[in-house]
């Protein structure tokens, strides 16, 4: 668990450093797919959790999550490996239907955006 939590802060500690301009276009517009796809799949969770869709459909969602998030990890391989580490843990939570980690990975991959803001 602790090493799990370390190697998250520390994603979000090389995202952060980097200068706002050092993302280029075809990462950012995969930063801003994962972006999406995570906050997405986080508010089905939220949605679950207040009771208003069924387990069954939300879990079909978050199983759709969950495969267009590795299909975003596998292109972040040939194109931005820095992204690996917040996709997976945006993976991680569409599988295990955890809100939270998926906002926090929301949110990483927000910040990756830099001073290109929010395009949607």
Excluded: W
């Excluded at 199983?63 to 820095?82: F, M």
């Excluded at 690996?84 to 990483?108: F, K, P, Y």
């Amino acid at each position: 668990m602790r090493v799990r939590l370390f190697l998250q802060g520390f994603a979000l500690t090389v995202v952060l450093a980097q200068p706002a301009g050092a993302v280029d276009d075809e990462t950012l517009l995969q930063v801003r797919a994962a972006r999406s796809i995570a906050a997405e799949a986080a508010a089905i969770c939220d949605q679950k959790t207040r009771g208003a869709i069924t387990g069954t459909y939300a879990n079909e969602m978050l199983r759709g999550a969950a495969d267009e998030l590795r299909d975003a990890r596998r292109k972040a391989v040939t194109h931005a490996p820095q992204l690996i580490g917040v996709i997976s843990l945006a993976l991680r939570g569409a599988e295990a239907g955890d809100g939270r980690e998926l906002h926090r990975a929301s949110e990483t991959l927000f910040a990756m955006e830099g001073a290109h803001g929010r395009a949607d």
